[in-house]
């Protein structure tokens, strides 16, 4: 077993300005089985939890398993206490990386949200990966406590450790360095699947900035109050950005929209004209017998599906981006990654359009 | 059933658009081969480039060996073009 002594700290996000016992829980994503918790008024206590997704390539696990040479991933177990001791929450947490690692550490954390860590023992060593065990440690304990999982997004990757004591400059540089990186990369994704994204990035931001308000409202320094105002600064270019977009699209849209209504009524209104005036010598009305009629669908339909294809794919991307994440992020990759350099699970979904399109060719054809 | 064919069509390109990318981009090319083909690794040579990325700590076992992998990934924010 080696035990490193080394001290670190952190600050669990609260917007109340303090942190209370009773709100401890396990977010949705995380599952306890049952004989595995034990909760009461002063003791809670989570046994054998799942936290495979502290790792970034959990996700891809489905398709890692099928690689030609079958590289496989430990699963992560973590076991965390919290006991309310007075005005303080005191703990440990232990990290296991299954016939690995076992990791523990000891915390504390103050009513105003700062948590303090104290050793860290390993059952082997883990020399070179202290940083990202200890933040690992970090955002375990965060998580129940701010009752959120959002690991792969927002603020869990926002806020930094600092050694040895709490140190609020860090933690607001980290807030202040995660608005102007959330603000560089909206100006720089303009296309049609991050629209719904970059619209809401103006509220999540905002709502983001409401823990900047509290953190230092609870720890005002000099540098706290500089970047405060920076971001400030920084959430006004975000919302500037977004509105002038927003702008530029609905003009744009509006001209697509009267284009298409234009043409829309001059088609239909001619057709409807030309077939009650004169209806027996109009050509176009008695061209087309049932059969003819039948057809003149299929292509009113091809037609139409190409003309909404772009505004349907946006849509759809977007949807799916937002309620499917995991999902999008795995086809994103897929994307950009060469066929050549998939293995067969990987080639086979990227086939799959090619398959379907080919087998509407192919009924195209039989039924004719 | 021609009707059905041609939905089978455009959902076949509604598809090919998630999948299919005629612009090649060196940039995620070479992340989604990180991620896809090497579990997401940020070796020494690794730069975020003001890009957002999680950061995480796997244990992966190859050819008997089991080693910690640091690694880095695009976030929801980091990943849109």
Known sequence: ?368 | MEIIAILLVFVGFIAMSFLWTTKKDVFLESEADRCLNGFCEANESWNSNGRVYTKGLAVVEQEGNKRFVKQAKLCDIGILQ
């Open chain 1, 1 to 368: 077993m080696q035990n490193e002594v080394c001290k670190w700290a952190g600050w669990i996000p609260t917007n109340k300005g303090e942190i209370d016992f009773n709100y401890i829980e396990l977010p949705e994503n995380i599952e306890v089985s049952k004989g595995n918790f034990e909760i009461n008024s002063t003791k809670k206590e989570f046994k054998n939890l799942d936290v495979s997704y502290l790792s970034d390539s959990y996700g891809y696990k489905h398709y890692l398993k099928y690689s030609s040479k079958k590289p496989t991933e430990s699963k992560i177990i973590a076991n965390v206490l919290f006991e309310k001791v007075h005005d303080k929450i005191i703990g440990t947490a232990q990290i296991e990386y299954v016939k690995f690692v076992t990791i523990k550490t000891k915390f504390e954390i103050e009513k105003n949200g700062v948590v303090l860590f104290d050793g860290l023992e390993a059952s082997q060593s883990i020399s070179g990966f202290e940083k990202e065990i200890k933040t690992l440690l970090y955002v375990l304990v965060k998580t129940i406590v701010h009752g959120d999982a959002h690991h792969h997004q927002k603020i869990d990757i926002a806020l930094d450790i600092s050694d040895g004591d709490f140190q609020p400059n860090v933690v607001s540089k980290s807030f202040l360095n995660y608005i102007k990186l959330a603000e560089k990369n909206t100006k720089k994704t303009n296309n049609c699947e991050s629209i719904l994204r970059n619209e809401n990035i103006v509220f999540e931001i905002e709502g983001y900035f409401s823990y900047f308000e509290s953190f230092c409202k609870l720890f005002e320094t000099e540098q706290t109050k500089t970047d405060k105002e920076f971001a400030k600064n920084v959430i006004n270019s975000l919302k500037n950005t977004v509105a002038k977009r927003k702008n530029k699209e609905i003009f744009t849209s509006s001209i697509i929209t009267t284009a298409i209504a234009f043409f829309g009524i001059l088609v239909t209104v001619n057709l409807l004209l030309n077939g009650f005036w004169i209806p027996t010598s109009n050509e176009l009305v008695c061209f087309f017998n049932e059969q003819n009629r039948y057809y003149y669908f299929l292509a009113t339909l091809v037609f139409v599906l190409l003309l909404f294809f772009h505004a349907t794919k946006c849509k759809l991307k977007s949807y799916v981006y937002y309620h499917y994440y995991e999902q999008f992020e795995f086809i994103k990759l897929l994307k950009n990654t060469s066929f050549g350099r998939l293995n067969w699970y990987g080639k086979l979904i990227k086939l799959s359009p090619i398959v379907l399109i080919g087998v509407g060719i192919l009924l195209m054809f039989l039924v004719n």
